[in-house]
């Protein structure tokens, strides 16, 4: 009732949620109450959480903030939404996103952007830009994401929240509506680095029903967090501290590096010399797999058709011309353009040799460290309407959480302090595969 009485008073303010379920909520949370008290309750028994609108809710519309999908009311749960509800957490409602997570500041969001509660004239980064305005602002204890090219850990280190992006293939992306589905991998927001333990343990696991789904024992995250990082060795990698990052940010996360090796851990220099790559690799490969899977979206099967089709050719492009919006649009034009015959060696497959170099540099990088320590966002919250004019200088806010996607890494964003405007920042702990764990007991010795 407390979450419900926020979203009422504050939702109008920071547009963090699309659709509010109050009756849900309190129907599962009443449920929560007697699973208490018959003592059958797990961590997030009754925990009031937001889901990003891109996780397919039974019978909750789930639109990915398209007006392709404004109407759409899923028929099953994904498995990152059925697995939370199994656990006894309480939904209180779907999070605004950027169209089809397309974007880093909820602006291409067909319901208007949400907003920064640390200052409402500037985003919260995206695309999961609702689900950390909702957790930020205190309108839900946490909340889900997804991460395709830093989805997750950017609004994180923009709302001063703790995200982390697990390893490709950990979470299931069953009923997780697909963007980039190399690169898509769900995750928490949450508060705290504990809080994050706890949601990524109810998410985590293999799911048949997920080709990609990785068949790996889950450890016990909460277990995990021993506070103790004393002889972890910490990688610095020298490209993500040079140009384009704002003084302000820099310093803080030196700051961080100091407070590690008080803790006891150990700095190593290493490097990533094809980071320069990861933006133009990854705005071949994403809009190629998005022109691929948002073919789907035709007006015959679901979601929004156009009025008085007059053939099969004009249902698809009326449907697509008034369902998609122009980030949406663009991107299915570069990835057409990229996987058409002719560009297909030239663009994509030089795309993927370009991706696995970057993943191999990073297996070559992990044999002298065990996590790395970077910054999430070259800069703190930006301004709404500064960026949205010119795609380029949008793509470039992703340019250190990219890299992660590219190779399938577990990454992180957590709370380093503020700027000089008390501007929330951010820095990134990267891991490797599947080793969650490291990166979350990391996170929480900072804590
Ligand atoms: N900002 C990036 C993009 O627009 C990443 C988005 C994401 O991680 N979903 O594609």
């Known amino acids: ?185 769900a995750g928490p927001m949450a508060r705290s680095a504990e809080d994050a333990a706890i949601l990524l343990q109810a998410m985590a696991g293999h799911d048949p029903a997920d080709s990609t789904s990785i068949n790996a024992p889950v450890p016990d995250y909460s277990a995990a967090l021993t506070g103790d990082v004393k002889g972890l060795k910490i990688g610095i990698p020298a490209e993500y501290f040079g140009e384009g990052l704002e003084a302000e940010t820099r310093a803080a996360v030196e700051q961080a590096q100091a407070v590690y090796k008080q803790l006891g851990a150990e700095l190593v220099p290493v490097s990533l010399p094809n980071t320069d790559y990861a933006i133009p690799t990854y705005y071949i490969l994403a809009p190629a797999e998005c022109s691929a899977n948002l073919s789907r979206y035709d007006g015959v099967k679901y979601g929004h058709r156009c009025e008085d089709p007059q053939d099969l050719t004009d249902l698809y492009s009326r449907t697509r011309a008034e369902g998609f919006g122009a980030e949406v649009k663009r991107r299915i034009m570069l990835g057409t353009y990229a996987l058409s015959s002719g560009y297909y060696d030239a663009y994509y497959r030089k795309a993927q040799k370009a991706r696995r170099l970057i993943s191999n540099e990073f297996a070559e990088a992990f044999k002298q460290c065990d996590v790395m320590l970077t910054p999430t966002s070259p800069s703190t919250a930006f301004k709404f309407g500064e960026k949205i004019n010119d795609p380029v200088q949008m793509y470039l ?48 010795a900072y804590q």
Request: charged residues 20%.
């Open 1 to 185: 009732d407390a979450y419900l009485a926020r979203i009422e008073q504050d939702n109008g303010r920071l547009n963090a949620y699309v659709t509010v379920d109050a009756d849900g909520a309190r129907a599962a949370a009443d449920a929560a109450d007697a699973r208490i008290a018959a003592g059958d309750a797990t961590p997030l028994t009754g925990a009031p959480i937001a889901h990003k609108d891109l996780f397919c809710t039974q019978g909750l519309r789930t639109t990915c903030c398209s007006n392709i999908l404004k109407e759409y009311i899923p028929p099953y749960d994904a498995t990152v939404t059925r697995k939370l509800k199994e656990a006894g957490a309480v939904i209180l409602g779907k999070s605004n996103m950027d169209e089809f997570a397309m974007g880093s500041s909820n602006e291409t969001s067909c319901f208007g952007a949400a907003r920064n509660p640390w200052d409402t004239e500037r985003t919260p980064g995206g695309s999961s830009g609702g689900s950390a305005a909702a957790v930020s602002g205190a309108l839900a204890a946490a909340a889900t994401g997804t991460d395709t090219g830093g989805s997750i850990r950017q609004p994180s280190a923009l709302t001063n929240l703790t995200g982390l992006k697990a390893t490709y293939g950990r979470i299931s992306r069953f009923g997780m509506i697909a963007f980039a589905s190399s690169l898509d991998q």
């Open 397 to 444: 806010t992703d340019i250190f959480t990219i890299n992660v996607n590219l190779a399938g890494l577990p990454g992180m964003s957590l709370p380093c302090g503020f700027d000089s405007q008390g501007l929330p920042i951010g820095m990134q702990l990267i891991g490797k595969a599947l080793d969650e764990a490291t990166l979350l007991n990391t996170a929480h």
